[in-house]
């Protein structure tokens, strides 16, 4: 049977737009179920904590439980190949970290492509590092600690939470920049600052968030932070950079979900995200915290991400770093 030439046209402009409406009719429903956050690190970790942050704020805003789910060990890698293996409709997130920006170079072989199988949807957080010693050091500033490391060469230990982790490679750039000798001394554990309270190391690259109320009951004494400029939450610490210029890293946070997820799952997740960090409660709470907002699109997520991992690639050549 022929159809007449306007019927035809009316049922072929109604079979194109049903793409557009089943994006938009999906992207509307997401989400309804739990959404899991998927964790690489244990609870009460820098990236637990925000993660949870994330977590109750999105929980909020989209109505549905958003469960933060720890799977640490190597490296982050567990919990990233759980997500990359998981279906790519939006219930099953990563929490992205900044070790994610180092496996690529560190580790030989992994079974996944971190920047082809994982897709950025937003950046949360820059979380800087503040180098803290032990209070029985004779060293109170950043010169005073390079005059007597440098006096005192392969005799102190640097604490971390391990071989390839941001705050080993933190240390690394900074042995690198002032010229030391220095002993790197991991606890896989992340008890590295109870270590250095034991006097077991002397100095560690630790996260503000963990760090700043054993610096302020005295416990620790902090030396500067690793921010390109001075924090909120700590004014009088000095950055690194005022006595090493150029120096800067820190941990960071986003977040990101398995390649092939529907451009309008992330588009929504993007805007949320943003918009929640944007809130007078998040801001305050970053602010104590030392953390800074790390906001943009998608792209620029993914932009941030490919330039870290080029960083830390130099950084882990230069010093032979191989994973444990």
Same mark, same amino acid.
């Given at each position: 049977?022929?159809?007449?030439?306007?019927?035809?046209?009316?049922?072929?402009?109604?079979?194109?737009?049903?793409?557009?409406?089943?994006?938009?009719?999906?992207?509307?429903?997401?989400?309804?179920?739990?959404?899991?956050?998927?964790?690489?690190?244990?609870?009460?970790?820098?990236?637990?904590?925000?993660? $949870?942050?994330? !977590? %109750? @704020?999105?929980?909020?805003?989209? /109505? *549905?439980?958003? &469960? #933060?789910?720890?799977?640490?060990?190597?490296?982050?890698?567990?919990?990233?190949?759980?997500?990359?293996?998981?279906?790519?409709?939006?219930?099953?997130?990563?929490?992205?970290?900044?070790?994610?920006?180092?496996?690529?170079?560190?580790?030989?072989?992994?079974?996944?492509?971190?920047?082809?199988?994982?897709?950025?949807?937003?950046?949360?957080?820059?979380?800087?590092?503040?180098?803290?010693?032990?209070?029985?050091?004779?060293?109170?500033?950043?010169?005073?600690?390079?005059?007597?490391?440098?006096?005192?060469?392969?005799?102190?230990?640097?604490?971390?939470?391990?071989?390839?982790?941001?705050?080993?490679?933190?240390?690394?750039?900074?042995?690198?920049?002032?010229?030391?000798?220095?002993?790197?001394?991991?606890? $896989?554990?992340? !008890? %590295? @600052?109870?270590?250095?309270?034991? /006097? *077991?190391?002397? &100095? #560690?690259?630790?996260?503000?968030?963990?760090?700043?109320?054993?610096?302020?009951?005295?416990?620790?004494?902090?030396?500067?932070?690793?921010?390109?400029?001075?924090?909120?939450?700590?004014?009088?610490?000095?950055?690194?950079?005022?006595?090493?210029?150029?120096?800067?890293?820190?941990?960071?946070?986003?977040?990101?979900?398995?390649?092939?997820?529907?451009?309008?799952?992330?588009?929504?997740?993007?805007?949320?995200?943003?918009?929640?960090?944007?809130?007078?409660?998040?801001?305050?709470?970053?602010?104590?915290?030392?953390?800074?907002?790390?906001?943009?699109?998608?792209?620029?997520?993914?932009?941030?991400?490919?330039?870290?991992?080029?960083?830390?690639?130099?950084?882990?050549?230069?010093?032979?770093?191989?994973?444990?």
């Amino acid at each position: 049977m022929k159809l007449p030439r306007r019927k035809f046209l009316h049922l072929a402009a109604g079979a194109a737009a049903l793409p557009a409406l089943s994006r938009g009719a999906r992207a509307q429903a997401y989400p309804s179920r739990p959404v899991r956050i998927m964790v690489g690190f244990a609870a009460g970790s820098a990236s637990d904590i925000v993660a $949870r942050l994330l !977590g %109750q @704020l999105l929980s909020e805003r989209l /109505g *549905q439980p958003f &469960v #933060v789910e720890n799977r640490p060990g190597a490296g982050t890698n567990l919990a990233t190949e759980a997500v990359v293996r998981a279906p790519a409709d939006g219930y099953a997130l990563l929490m992205v970290a900044s070790a994610n920006s180092i496996t690529p170079t560190l580790y030989d072989r992994l079974n996944f492509n971190f920047i082809q199988d994982i897709a950025p949807i937003a950046g949360t957080n820059r979380n800087p590092y503040i180098m803290v010693v032990n209070p029985s050091l004779p060293a109170k500033t950043v010169p005073e600690f390079i005059a007597y490391a440098k006096t005192n060469p392969g005799k102190i230990n640097m604490g971390s939470s391990g071989v390839g982790t941001v705050l080993h490679l933190s240390g690394e750039l900074f042995k690198m920049m002032a010229g030391l000798d220095m002993v790197h001394v991991p606890n $896989r554990s992340g !008890g %590295q @600052l109870n270590d250095l309270i034991a /006097g *077991q190391v002397q &100095v #560690v690259f630790s996260p503000l968030p963990i760090t700043v109320e054993q610096v302020r009951a005295g416990r620790l004494r902090a030396l500067a932070v690793t921010s390109a400029s001075r924090l909120e939450a700590m004014p009088d610490v000095p950055t690194l950079n005022e006595f090493l210029p150029g120096y800067e890293t820190s941990g960071w946070n986003g977040v990101g979900a398995p390649k092939n997820t529907p451009a309008e799952i992330i588009e929504k997740l993007n805007k949320e995200i943003n918009a929640g960090l944007a809130s007078p409660g998040i801001k305050a709470r970053f602010a104590d915290l030392g953390l800074t907002a790390l906001t943009g699109t998608p792209a620029d997520f993914g932009k941030f991400i490919a330039a870290e991992t080029e960083k830390w690639g130099k950084v882990i050549r230069a010093a032979n770093i191989k994973a444990e």
